[in-house]
């Protein structure tokens, strides 16, 4: 943004004298108040060292409340021959300032204290404004680069540092005058500049977000990027510069959620920010974003050119290095992914260059531009070539993170290597030791596909060795457990903190962790800056000795992950991916009964069945964007819609069965109950409404329930979890949960220090807008008749609210209803997991009428069954959110429930009813509670009136059964 009716002139302002030139400080961290700036933020001047201003140098820093960052610097040299022009355009100090954001021309003046002074107003590319201003008395030099609020604070200083304190009067009133209307017209009124305290909040949840990205808690990252963007807008406006580059910040983080077309909504809401701004850094950004986009859609070739106008963005820009070698990086997958090896070798090391000079050897990028340089080479069959480079990037990434996520993924590089050579026993090692890793953490696989790489090796060893078949399927059924699940890891990462919260020795612990990882990051910073540096300045002995400590930290790093395991198991078992094995499955499996888990990843789906003493593995190449369009057109077909029933598309319906589930159950003649543990899309589609034969005109359609009863489960450890549970320990009876009052949820607001979104968001203001459900209490009536009409509770209208439930479940029901809206995370504006809606209680912060999955973990249930009837796995524009359902159900698995019966879409309250009553009588003869759900949906099915899978389809029974 470029500043406008700029009026030559210095901004200096008369004020009363406080700092003379004895009063300088001296000593390095000596300080001198200089009072207030502009915008009344108290500030001081604190020598610095000099750094790399040469000896002569005297540098100083200014420092205001409300930001822990310097809001300015001086630098001062009693003797330098260059002239201010040299100073403000060419010299190095110059152009590091330029490189973080725009500036204008310089423009010089006298001023009215005896100095010949010049400045350039600039632009830092996060948003504020800032000045350069080169001045010189004789042989002295003075520079000083600051933000506008301090302008009088530099006069001070400066006057300081002459010898010249301003007179009682201030500087001619005329020339004091007609400054401060310069000022109002570059920035207007002192009133509307961003206080320091704005701006280093700013800086914080910029900075918070960031983290959170990098530890890969991206919809915690999402939040707070939201609340850095409304920052950005009230700051400095709706078309700044620094709002773009966020928006596609936080489009990044969007896309490891795998939401490709939010991530691109935001990508389009920078693009005329961006094409203003002409910034080369942030028209690549968008051109990299766009070529992302069509990478994760699998269209490499269209991702290719926009690419190179990228790289092309940026060519002139030689000191912009680290961005170009992003763009550079950005082409090698694009060229990977059209199969031209020998263009992903070169742009790779182009992009290495490039990064290695801007972060240095051991720096993530580097690293990540040398694998890609691997895949290359390996693509060419340069086998030869490839192995030391691998070795280098292994050995690099080992060293500055451990064994983590980054050594994990160079392994499955090692992997793809070693199976290109023929060496298959090599490739299952590498793939080994990336599942190990992959088993305690969360995180996104990074450089290659990872899960279905190492699936595929072991596929194709089983199929060569059939006496080694059986153990093999065991391990490519545990391997893909560590199939990635980003909302669904989101919400046990929020679930564990509160856990944390609530266990001051958990809290204690992860501290000492964190303040492990605070130590890695600096040594690892040093590390980079040491390898960044010339051959002449470099030092090999200090770099060994960097990494020799590091290899320490990293080892303490390790152990405290094993102390925090050994001492709170229940902490470590709620975050831990430690797959389930096939023989443990098999043990809790009934003769007639299987268990099919459907791992979705970017290739496709691999489907596993479990059943009795052996299994069997099928591929089924349905990726991600297909799958989702499949599952959302039939949903269409299936949900009412104004109150019209759509035509149900029986042919969908069978497709998607003949691709995933027939080449499982084909000749399964004994199999007669089925637990599916589905992922991805899949969560958001009950399996029952599929159909195992192609329909026939006159025929009843071959419904997947005709054959087999159904249960769904989160993950398979919640299958072993809940068998091993036994029954639950209920004293009986029934409590409903119902048509909450949300008109009274205005009142109020949520204030909770610490949370990004706290300063604004107002659940209770949310929550008012949902639609009222009156019907819900009588549905809740009817259940309570139809489960315990003799001992039943009802929680309805403004008692339906977090407090009167968990005294109520004091009483210990068998089955928990709630009739009310099911919240997706993308629905809740500042939340980051799902919630039910209950009723808010004015004044209390914690009643704000949203139930949260990590609040719901912490509820007393001990109940058989939890009847979710408004739940909903999809939002209102259509988007599937079967993984934040899976996140739902998984809460109130932790805190104690044996079943949840939840709708994956809203259904009338009659249906409702209708179900339930065939539902409770299924079960008062006996049936278990999948049988008796098989046995009330038959019924529905059965009736004309209620035939369509509206009506019946939308219930999965979720749990142990």
Known sequence: MRWRHFVPGIFFFGVSACLLAQDLPREIGAEAALGKNLTGDECVLRRVQAGGWGEQAMRYAFHCEGWNQPSGTL???????????????????????????????????????????????????????????????????????????????????????????????????????????????????????????????????????????????????????????????RLFGPASAALAASLQEMAHTVRNQRRLDDAMALVRRAEPIVAAARDPILTAHQLIHQAYDLQSRRRHAESLPLAEQAVNALRDEPRLRFYLGEAYFAKSVALHGIGDFAGVEQAARMSMGYMQRSEGAYGV??????????????GQRKFAAARPLLGEALDIAETTYGRGIWWANA?????????????????????????????????????????PAQLDALIAAATADLEAAPKLFAETFAAAQLVESPVLATALNRLAARLATDEPAIGAALREQQDLQESQNRLRAELGAESRKGEKQRSVEREAKLAAELAKLNQAGRDQELLIQDRFPRYAQMLSRRPVSAEQVMARLAPDE???????????????????????????????????????RLRASIVAKDGVLPVFDARLAHDLYRRLFKPLLDGQRTLRRLVIVPTGSLMSLPPEVLLSAAPQPGEKPAWLLRDHTVSVLPSV????????????????????????????????????????????????????????????????????????????????????????????????????????????????????EPALALSPRPGESA?????????????????????????NTAGADGRLGGESFSGLTRAFFHAGARNVLATHWPIDSRATVALMEALAKARAKGASWPAALREAKRVLADRAATAHPFYWGAFSLVGGG
């Open 75 to 233: 630098v001062i040299y009693p003797r330098h021959a260059r002239d201010l022009a040299w100073w403000l355009g060419e010299s190095p100090w110059a152009r590091g300032i330029e490189e973080n954001g725009s500036c204008e021309p310089a423009r010089a003046d006298k001023t009215a204290h005896g100095l010949e002074a010049s400045m350039r107003p600039c632009q830092h590319r996060q948003g504020w404004r800032r000045i350069m201003l080169a001045a010189k008395a004789g042989e002295a030099r003075y520079l000083a680069d600051f933000l506008p609020n301090n302008a009088p604070l530099v006069e001070r200083a400066l006057l300081g540092a002459i010898g010249r304190a301003p007179q009682p009067g201030g500087a001619p009133q005329g020339r004091r005058l007609a400054s401060l209307r310069a000022l109002e017209e570059l920035l207007g009124t002192p009133e509307a500049m961003p206080s320091l305290r704005d701006l280093g909040q700013y800086l914080q949840y910029r900075e918070l977000a960031q983290e959170q990205q990098r530890a890969r808690h991206y919809r915690q990252a999402e939040l707070t990027w939201q609340s850095v963007v409304r920052m950005q807008e």
């Open 847 to 871: 009643e704000d009428g949203l139930l949260r999955a990590s609040e719901i973990i912490g509820l007393p249930i001990d109940a058989e069954l939890v009847i979710l009837s408004a739940c």
């Open 411 to 451: 392994k499955i590089i090692e992997g793809a290597l070693a199976r290109a050579e023929g060496n298959t026993a090599q490739a299952l090692d590498a793939y080994r030791a990336y599942a190990e890793v992959a088993a305690r953490e969360q995180f996104a696989c990074y450089f290659a596909p990872c899960a």
């Open 365 to 378: 990028w580097t690293n990540r531009a040398r694998l890609q340089a691997v895949r290359g080479l390996i």
């Open 594 to 632: 299987g268990l099919i888990f459907l791992a979705s990843t970017p290739e496709g789906v691999y489907g596993f069945l479990v059943h009795g003493i052996w299994g069997r593995i099928h591929f089924s190449p349905f990726e991600y964007g297909e799958q989702r369009r499949a599952v959302t």
């Open 717 to 832: 450890g919640a299958f072993l979890k809940l068998r091993e549970a036994g029954r639950a320990r209920s004293s009986g009876g029934f409590l409903a949960v119902a048509a909450p009052r949300f008109a009274s949820s205005a009142q109020g607001s949520k204030r909770v220090a610490g949370d990004p979104c706290g300063g604004d968001f107002d659940a209770r203001s949310l929550v008012a807008g949902l639609a009222p459900l009156p019907e819900s209490a009588d549905e809740a009536r009817a259940l309570a008749n139809a489960w315990s009409p003799q001992r039943n509770r009802l929680l309805l209208g403004e008692t339906a609210n977090k407090a009167a439930l968990r005294q109520a479940l004091g009483e210990k029901p068998a089955i928990v209803a709630f009739a009310t809206h099911g919240l997706l995370p993308e629905e809740l504006f500042c939340e980051n």
